[in-house]
Nanobody, 117 residues
């Protein structure tokens, strides 16, 4: 069973930065495609960014240039560096792991990010 634990959320002012972390356990991290999603109140969960085991990345178009996804395979951890934060970035951010050898999918519990003026 794969477990995902997010951290790094919090309250930040407009224009500020945060770095989210997602640490995994229970399986080989290097077999996982990792991604971030977010969900705002009253809205559907939406894709933010993804990273493959060797570092290929993909982003929601509107977040390119402000958000950066990365991973440290030695630490079993994925990161999301967020800069220039806006109130519309306020959401619960979830990490997702997809095991490439089995297509099994796992989700973390989420971490709240709140951006205020």
């Amino acid at each position: 069973q794969v477990q995902l634990v997010e951290s790094g959320g919090g309250l930040v002012h407009i224009g500020g930065s945060l770095r989210l972390s997602c640490t995994t356990s229970g399986s080989r991290f290097e077999t996982m495609a990792m991604s971030w999603y977010r969900q705002s109140p009253g809205k559907q969960r939406e894709f933010v960014a993804a990273i493959l085991p060797r570092g290929t990345t993909n982003y929601k178009d509107s977040l390119k240039g402000r958000f950066t996804i990365s991973r440290d395979n030695a630490m079993n951890t994925m990161y999301l560096q967020m800069t220039g934060l806006k109130p519309e970035d306020t959401a619960v951010y979830y990490c997702k792991a997809q095991i490439l050898t089995s297509d099994d999918v796992y989700w973390g519990q989420g971490t709240q990010v709140t951006v205020r003026g």
